[in-house]
């Protein structure tokens, strides 16, 4: 519970203060001294009387009350130390940057969880254990170097990791990027980074704090949480960009469906991204990149200017953009004819606008004010100017300097020459600007910030289903997959369209319901898991003799139970699928279907419950999303139908959350209507 007395202390103790700065105790009381702190300031230390010239005392108990205790001693010394505090001292705030505690090894984790208990009884806000602290307006409490300046404008930095806050903040001030509250939660045993952001989405006021919030996670302890806070602090004019780190899950769920195969926690957490308007970034590189890009003015339309002196740059970036679904259009006309008279000979005005090593500053601006006032069809400019260590660019970057302040159109700055132009970049950064040392890094994290829409209406709309038979039906169920039966039962309830079939364990009987089937059907065995793989699928079966000697070879099968016959549709093959990872809302996939579901993995994800425009931007998404449509003379499917087939599926695991994983593969698709030829449902109730 984060509280005033972290964010604003009047008091602050250090315990394990030293007076060697190579101790964290040390660095932490040298940075708060550093940092201003204006309040009461003491230590305790047993063995000196005075540190860094602060009074030093022998015991807890010794000292006066105290708004905030920070906390460098060994593990074992903390839950009595915080118990005198929290009891006796009046503290209701503590940061512990100790390790040895929950990610150690049992005793540590029992440390933790006396603490938290000791802190939650005075209502008390716990940071950490085993994090680098915090930094407010108010001190810098944190015992790690360099400590950034506060700037109130800046960005907030919510870190799982205190060596990743560290990296962060040191890159990004190489870069112009600026910081303001700087929390590092460590264990996280009482203060997760989504209780912070709740905080801040809470007590946010748009005109007085910073907009920009980075986020480094390990874990994401409560995804519903994260979802609603950073919604709304967007919808508030906050922008968020974040990190999701340890999302790959290798060897960690044995996949026994097509779904369960190509779902990931990478793809949740994507998913819960895309639907807060959070930016996924993957690397501190590309948050840093978006941290800039928040900077500076917001990017309206795809199209963007080129503006270098460097051809082989121009064509990386051109490249990087257009994968991220950016355009580098061609400029042309009179006005582009008068542009290039006033660059030397051998320019190039058509975009990439390339006016050589030997372009001038003035030359720039010029470039500038036509993509500014002449070309319609630019949106945003990047400008990538570096030096060959020749001359000096200073000029240069006084006038992007300028432009930055004046233009409407946003302008991205790549100054990649780190070395030769040194001196001048600082110049360029002491104005207050923020520069880009890459231009793929770049390219990049402007399509991801471009393509990130905002946050989703918590008010979704979703189409009716039959909820009494979808319970009554899971509520009969034991844990596992669904029986066939069942599944039509479900697949109906939810008004989900599906192929008529027959299932028959007696060769008899189903040769007998055969009579009144037209032919050619696909015969299935009904038992293993992976069909496919069983050989377990027969197409093409043309009368009855055959069917008679299929359905004999299909139940020699392991595992076979009965035999199911469908009508052998023709169409475009589609999947949709469910997966539910622990604590987060089911992840609805869809993709192609068939036997490229596993080989392509051209599926999107969004988590339900799902719009009308999440479904449509799923589907439109698809790299296949062509084929949909009809490509090459070849027919598509109905793309309206299977929106409303993908709402249907988040319908029925709002109704039945105890669905854990399902597969519709695949569905056959055609222009007229989309039918589920397969489908597995897998439940779990305990």
């Not at 001030?173 to 989504?194: D, K």
Request: hydrophobic letters at 40%.
């Amino acid at each position: 519970m984060v509280n005033k007395q972290l964010l604003q202390p009047e008091s602050i103790v250090v315990i394990g203060g030293s007076n060697d700065i190579k101790k964290p105790g040390g660095n932490m009381l040298r940075n708060i001294l550093a940092g201003g702190f204006d309040g009461g300031l003491t230590v305790v230390n047993p063995k000196e009387e005075r540190v860094q010239g602060i009074k030093s005392y022998s015991t807890v108990e010794e000292i006066p009350n105290a708004d905030l205790a920070i906390l460098a001693i060994a593990a074992k010394y903390c839950p009595a130390t915080i118990k005198t505090l929290a009891e006796e001292k009046n503290t209701k705030a503590f940061i512990i940057i100790s390790a040895g505690f929950g990610e150690g090894d049992e005793q540590g984790k029992k440390w933790e969880d006396e603490i938290r208990e000791t802190v939650n009884s005075v209502n008390g806000c716990l940071i950490g254990p085993n994090c680098i602290g915090v930094i407010t307006e108010k001190y810098k409490g944190v015992f790690t170097a360099p400590v950034p300046p506060f700037n109130p404008k800046g960005c907030d930095l919510i870190s799982g990791s205190g060596a990743t806050a560290v990296f962060i903040m040191e890159a990004g001030m190489a870069l112009g990027v600026t910081f303001a509250y700087v929390f590092s939660t460590g264990n996280a045993a009482q203060t997760t980074v989504e209780d912070i952001l709740e905080y801040m989405d809470l007590n946010f006021d748009p005109e007085k704090d910073p907009l920009i919030k980075l986020l480094y996670l390990e874990t994401v302890s409560n995804p519903k949480k994260l979802l609603k806070h950073a919604s709304s602090l967007i919808k508030k004019g906050a922008k968020i960009a974040a990190i999701k780190a340890g999302s790959t899950e290798e060897g960690s769920r044995a996949a026994t469906s097509h779904t369960g195969a190509i779902a990931s926690s990478d793809m949740t957490v994507r998913a819960l991204f895309h639907k807060a308007g959070i930016v996924y970034c993957s690397s501190r590189e590309q948050l840093l990149s978006v941290a800039a890009i928040f900077n500076y003015r917001k990017l309206k339309g795809k199209n963007i200017a080129i503006i270098t002196h460097a051809g082989g740059s121009a064509v990386m970036l051109a490249d990087q953009l257009s994968k991220g679904g950016l355009k580098v259009p061609e400029i042309s006309g009179p006005d582009a004819e008068k542009l290039k008279s006033f660059l030397y000979p051998g320019s190039s005005i058509a975009n990439p606008i390339d006016f050589l090593a030997t372009g001038t500053a003035e030359q720039l601006g010029i470039i500038i004010d036509y993509c500014e006032h002449k070309f319609d069809n630019i949106d945003a400019m990047v400008v990538v100017f570096g030096s060959a260590g020749l001359f000096n660019v200073e000029n240069v970057y006084n006038v992007l300097s300028v432009k930055l302040e004046i233009c409407n159109k946003p302008i991205f700055p790549v100054l990649p020459s780190v070395v030769n132009a040194q001196n001048e970049i600082q110049s360029f950064l002491r104005k207050g600007h923020i520069h880009f040392p890459d231009e793929v890094v770049l390219g990049k994290a402007l399509a991801q910030v471009f393509n990130t829409p905002a946050p989703q209406s918590q008010e979704i709309s979703l189409p009716k289903i039959d909820s009494e038979k979808i319970r009554k039906v899971i509520d009969s169920a034991s844990d596992g997959y669904l029986s066939p039966s069942q599944t039509v039962e479900i697949l109906d309830a939810a008004g989900i369209p599906r192929v008529h079939e027959i299932v028959e364990s007696s060769k008899k009987n189903l040769l007998k319901a055969l009579e009144n089937i037209s032919f050619p059907v696909v015969m299935k065995v009904v038992g293993p898991l992976h069909k496919s793989d069983a050989q377990g699928v027969i197409l093409n079966i043309a009368n009855q003799e055959e069917a008679g000697e299929t359905f004999d070879s299909l139940m020699k099968i392991k595992e076979a139970k009965a035999v199911m016959v469908q009508p052998q549709l023709a169409g475009l093959e589609l999947f949709v699928g469910v997966m539910k990872e622990p604590g987060f809302n089911h992840t609805i996939l869809c993709g192609l279907g068939g036997i490229f579901i596993e080989v392509l993995q051209d599926v999107s994800a969004g988590l339900s419950p799902i719009s009308k425009n999440e479904a449509t931007e799923m589907v439109q998404s698809l790299r296949g999303y062509k084929l949909i449509q009809g490509a090459r003379g070849q027919k598509g499917a109905n793309e309206a139908i299977f929106i409303e087939i993908i709402q249907r599926l988040s319908a029925l695991v709002e109704a039945a959350p105890e669905i854990v994983e399902m597969d519709i593969n695949p569905l056959i698709g055609t222009q007229e209507s989309i039918i589920a030829v397969d489908a597995r449902i897998k439940v779990q109730k305990t």
